[in-house]
């Protein structure tokens, strides 16, 4: 049994995988838009021009796996209440891990050394996710 | 490089541990509080008694780690954009999961039989984490 993050995108998923594939050298593993479903949503609950965007895709970062997906609709943007933790093998991982997903979002708190790790950081991409890169000690 | 999601529980991380516990078998790895900390922010920027809160937590769930945190004190205002995605190895394990999940919680989609699954559902649960619970074929 397995959990894995699964994190909606509002229209950007196309977008925050290209961009997860140069910063993380994340694959995709799978993807599947609306318009090649088996099983479309009923009427209505797609917002008008959503028919190809994402509806589900399954990205490996690392040893990892996290889910990603536009969602139904723009309806409601943003990420809240959560993080992804990405633990590092190395400092100088973390630094370009780090420097990648900052590129273009906003650097919470620098990646320094704390009672807990050789390497800690937090950093929102473009995309509004919040990253800790951490390299434990 | 390995990818964990990271939830704010804003106070009431014990109480999401020992429910996590009791409903999915979760088993508490590590858990520290603020006032164990040598990292943490000083008494007077966090609410009346937070120095108690949990500042970091990881529960193993099945093969996988959640880490968890009751946060700084503020407001963080609920869980948005994401989900946790539960992989279940048979359709009983997932009617036995979503139940315990849902429980004092809110579901969304009852488990069903999808083209991608034999099982698979939405949930809330009660303390506003989202999951998805799926058997994958």
Redesign the interface.
Known sequence: MTIKPYLFFSGRADEAIAFYQKALGAEVLFLLRYDESPEPPPPGVLAPGWEHKIMHSSIKIGDSEVFLSDGCGNLSPGFNGFGVSIEAKSAAEAERIYGALADGGEARMPLGETFFAVSFGMAVDRFGVLWMVVVPK | ????????F?GRAEEAAAFYEQAIGAQIQMLMRYKD???APPVDMMPPGWNAKVM?MALK????I??GSDGDGAE??????????????TPE?AERVFAALADGGETQMRLTK???SPAFGILTDRF?VPW?VVVPQ
Do not use: N, R
């Not at chain 2, 769930?61 to 996988?64: K, L």
């Not at chain 2, 963080?76 to 190895?89: E, I, N, R, V």
């Open positions: 490089m390995t990818v964990q999601p990271y939830l704010v804003d900390s040598p990292l970091h769930i099945g093969d996988s959640v880490f963080s205002g609920g869980f948005k954009g994401f989900s946790l995605s539960y992989g279940a190895k394990e999808t083209f991608f506003g998805m």
